[in-house]
């Protein structure tokens, strides 16, 4: 008979595996469960450009390097080939982030989905739970499903996941879940956003832990009604998603001007005569009343430059799961066979993408996880 392999969840990672077993092996239906449309998240991915790949992508980029190592090593060695057999035409920036020649997330989700067509049976249905007997029975809003192998795709909280249907169906696998935190996400901070939110500054962020600096991130930085959005911003939670518990002790200092070095800064404002019109001279408005606001409080106790070079927020909070790009924690990776990725005791039963406790940070690296992860699987099931 043949064996049908049923694939939970229609994301990067889902997608290339599919078309991944598609190609391997010929004799296995292979059947796709998605819920929401297919690639939901790949659509809004990058701005809609979809930043799938890092050219200097590598495991260091991720919070377990040691697990991720060898699956990821081992894609990246036939990345080109596996996006080329694709038709996934690419560019690199300067920053190594791979886009779709396009610019288009579409133009990568057409393609993964034209890459299954024909081969692989898509159903539009949610599976609720799973039970695990000689086959696994997959118990769908619509109808129950049987299959000889399972691959678990189904991501993670992030947008618009449901949380607890999330939980239900891991819990009815047996999944051990470590805590699940936003990652990729603006942070809430202490301070005066008011006149600030919706204005962006080119700036340089630096995650300080107690005096002790972390992490340094350049990138545009907006400002959001409670505190701090962006790119470089997203990086920093990154950091604070790994280190929940101490939350309180991180500050984020930003340079709002890394163009001009403190030398400059003090020739400006030596003499100055209206300090507020210097430095809207360098800063927006609303930006330069809030440093004004900040240094007139503290006169006398500090340099503007200094202020300027080391402008801080104290790190309140992560923005919720709903406003995050990408989630820390999933499926526990002692549980996982790292050379298969299949879930230790389950002979039939594979994990990949965002649903495994793997994140990387902004720069294309979550996608080609997924891809990774789903190359690694459909070879050896
Ligand atoms: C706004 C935004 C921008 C992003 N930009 C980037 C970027 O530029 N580069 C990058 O690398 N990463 C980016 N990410 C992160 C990236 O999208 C994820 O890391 C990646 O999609 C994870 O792939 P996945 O296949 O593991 O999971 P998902 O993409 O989450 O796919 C899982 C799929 O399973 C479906 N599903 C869930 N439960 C069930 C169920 N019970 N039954 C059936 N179907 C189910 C979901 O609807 C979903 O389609 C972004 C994320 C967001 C939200």
């Known amino acids: 008979m043949q064996q049908v392999v049923a694939i939970i969840g229609g994301g990067p990672g889902g997608l290339m595996c599919a078309y991944q077993i598609s190609q391997n092996f010929k004799d296995k239906k292979i059947v796709l469960f998605e819920k929401r449309a297919l690639g939901n998240r790949i659509r809004v991915s990058g701005n809609g450009r979809c930043n799938f790949s890092n050219l200097h992508n590598s495991a260091t980029h991720y919070n377990d390097p040691q697990f991720v190592q060898e699956v990821l090593d081992d894609f990246l060695t036939h990345r080109e080939q596996i996006y080329r057999d694709l038709g996934l035409y690419y560019h690199y920036d300067s920053e190594g982030r791979g886009y779709p020649l396009t610019n288009s997330a579409l133009t990568v989700l057409n393609i993964l989905k034209r890459a299954i067509k024909n081969k692989v049976m898509i159903v539009d249905d949610e599976i609720i739970e799973v039970e695990e007997n000689s086959q696994y029975v997959l ?89 701090l959005s962006g790119i470089c911003i997203f990086n920093l939670a990154s950091f604070i998603a790994h280190d929940y518990q101490n939350l309180d002790s991180y500050t984020i200092s930003l340079d709002l001007v890394p163009s001009l070095n403190k030398d400059d800064l003090n020739q400006l404002f030596k003499n100055s005569k209206d300090v507020l019109f210097d430095l809207q001279k360098i800063l927006l408005d609303e930006v330069a009343k809030e440093v004004y606001s900040r240094y007139t409080k503290m006169k006398n106790k500090i340099v503007l430059s200094d202020l300027i070079k080391d402008f801080q927020y104290k790190v309140i909070a992560l923005y919720p799961y709903q406003d995050s790009q990408v989630i820390s924690g999933g499926v526990a990776l002692d549980t996982i066979d790292p050379h298969t990725l299949r879930v230790k005791n389950h002979h039939r039963l594979y994990a990949l993408g965002e649903l495994l406790d793997v994140d990387g940070v902004s720069g294309g690296y979550n996608i080609e996880w997924a891809f990774a992860s789903a190359y690694r699987v459909s070879k050896l099931l």
């Open 139 to 227: 118990k769908g809003k619509k109808q129950n499903y049987e299959a000889d192998i399972l691959i678990l795709a189904y991501g993670n909280i992030a947008y618009g996941n449901d949380i607890n249907s999330f939980y239900h169906l891991s819990e009815s696998l047996n999944l051990a879940l470590t805590p699940l935190r936003s990652s990729l996400c603006p942070i809430k901070c202490d301070g005066n956003f008011k006149k600030l939110e919706g204005k962006r500054v080119k700036a340089t962020a630096t995650l300080i832990k107690d005096q002790s600096l972390i992490v340094k991130e350049q990138g545009e930085v907006l400002f959001k009604k409670d505190g």
